[in-house]
């Protein structure tokens, strides 16, 4: 039972966008910053946004973040194939004085 | 580019200690930065076990406190996990990821690729 809520699947077709919610709580996405990780599964996950929206050098302008009191966003527009992922939501927990996670969405490219 | 890689058993018995090694390369000095150590279960999703911060101070998960020990071997660019007593519920992927302060705050910035434990008699 992850403490962030993720949706466990979103698909849409190519070109299209799609946008993944991460639900937390004041303790932790309410007051902390929030990170999204691109899994491949057999591959080290890769961090795509960090401080909430900003990306690492590198990181496509199709991912974009956004956070809005506990919840938190990740869009992907001009949806690929390359694409097709889990995606998972990470912030530092003040009063589980822990990293929490979420349970990873998967994304799938119709 | 930084590169990191777990090694250890792919199988321990329950009671007993997992041991894994993250190896770093590609990293001009391992002390300056913390690392982490990270796992994802089915049952779980993924949870954070614990770090040890660049002057070697340790933090650990609360839930986990009491089994875990971390270290750093800079001599070798590694860093250990241990984790005793396992159970069926250790049973996961585990990952070492190093952290990075940057706009002030902390990001995992690169992972391994993960190494499956399997703890079963």
């Known amino acids: 039972q992850s403490v962030l809520t993720q949706p466990p699947s979103v698909s849409e077709a190519p070109r299209q966008r799609v946008t993944i919610s991460c639900s937390g709580s004041?303790?932790?996405?309410?007051?902390?910053?929030v990170s999204w990780y691109q899994h491949l599964p057999g591959k080290a996950p890769k961090l795509l946004v960090y401080?909430?929206?900003l990306l690492p050098a590198g990181v496509p302008f199709r991912f974009s973040g956004s956070k809005s009191g506990t919840s938190a966003y990740l869009a992907i527009t001009g949806l690929q194939s390359e694409d097709e992922a889990d995606y998972f939501c990470?912030?530092?927990?003040?009063?589980?004085?822990?990293?929490?996670f979420g349970g990873g969405t998967r994304v799938t490219v119709l | 580019q930084v590169q990191l890689q777990e090694s250890g058993p792919g199988l321990v018995k329950p009671s007993e200690t997992l041991s894994l090694t993250c190896s770093v390369s590609?990293?001009?000095?391992?002390?300056?930065?913390?690392w982490s150590w990270i796992r994802q279960s089915p049952k779980k999703g993924v949870e954070w076990i614990g770090n040890?911060?660049?002057?070697?101070?340790?933090k650990y998960n609360p839930s986990l406190r009491s089994r875990v020990t971390m270290s750093v071997e800079t001599s070798k660019n590694q860093i250990s996990l241990k984790l005793k007593s396992v159970t069926t519920a250790d049973t996961a992927v585990y990952y070492c990821?190093?952290?990075?302060?940057?706009?002030?705050?902390?990001?995992?910035?690169?992972w391994g690729q993960g190494t499956l434990v399997t703890v079963s008699s």
């Open positions: 990821a190093r952290e990075s302060v940057l706009t002030g705050v902390i990001r995992f910035d690169y």
């Open positions: 990470a912030a530092w927990d003040a009063s589980l004085n822990a990293w929490v």
């Open positions: 004041n303790s932790n996405i309410g007051s902390n910053a």
């Open positions: 040890i911060y660049n002057n070697g101070t340790t």
């Open positions: 401080h909430d929206l």
């Open positions: 590609g990293d001009d000095s391992i002390t300056k930065y913390s």
